[in-house]
């Protein structure tokens, strides 16, 4: 197995732990999710446990492991302030529009969900904080268009409108805003445009 395919595999079972990190999750499931044969997968959870980034709980199922929280905590140094900005202009935009807000950060060639305000009809499959979706898979480039992102999230809710608008600063696309709706509408999406011109500009490092 290759370096980056290595690479690659274990990102994809890190991840896969995290979105069932409300409790420990068997290496069948995670075979299962990741397209990973089980030893293959067993092989990379115990890799990962070796470093801490991962955890065998007595049952044989896995968690996360304690090596994120100092991760975490230095993320957030590095990026507490977009995660502010982000969580508050996407509580903004649901309110004042009464529709589903998403507001994600680039990963790679995934989308992680930053940041969401559900309202009474939201879909019961809207993403998780913290969850990502494979937007770009099948490419060997990190490059994610807004169309893609509204896409995935499409294929993830079944909702049929979606309006994304990327969030742009230093010269590249660093995260994007959603809403999902159940009816275009024009005056929202220039509301979803407004929000993350108002977001690039405030977390643009000059204003950090």
Do not use: K
């Not at 299962?32 to 955890?55: M, Y």
């Not at 309202?119 to 480039?141: D, Y």
């Amino acid at each position: 197995m290759q370096g980056a395919q290595l690479i690659q595999r274990a990102a994809a079972v890190i991840r896969a732990v995290a979105d069932d990190s409300e409790q420990p999750t068997s290496i069948a499931h995670l075979a299962r999710v990741t397209d990973l044969s089980e030893p293959t997968t067993s092989r990379i959870l115990s890799a990962l446990a070796d470093e801490g980034f991962v955890t065998r709980t007595p049952n044989g199922h896995w968690r996360l492991g304690p090596v994120w929280y100092p991760l975490a905590l230095a993320e957030e140094r590095e990026h507490g302030a977009f995660w502010g900005i982000l969580r508050h202009t996407t509580d903004e935009l649901s309110l004042s529009n009464n529709a589903t807000a998403l507001g994600w950060a680039r990963a790679g060639r995934h989308a992680m969900c930053a940041a969401r305000r559900l309202t009474l009809t939201s879909p019961h499959a809207v993403p998780r904080i913290g969850e990502s979706l494979p937007v770009n898979p099948e490419s060997s480039s990190s490059d994610i268009t807004s169309h893609m992102l509204s896409q995935a999230i499409a294929r993830h809710d079944s909702l049929p409108h979606i309006h994304t608008v990327p969030l742009t600063w230093g010269g590249q696309t660093n995260g994007w805003l959603s809403v999902a709706t159940y009816l275009p509408d024009d005056a929202l999406l220039h509301s979803v445009q407004e929000a993350a011109d108002h977001i690039s500009h405030l977390a643009n490092p000059v204003h950090l």
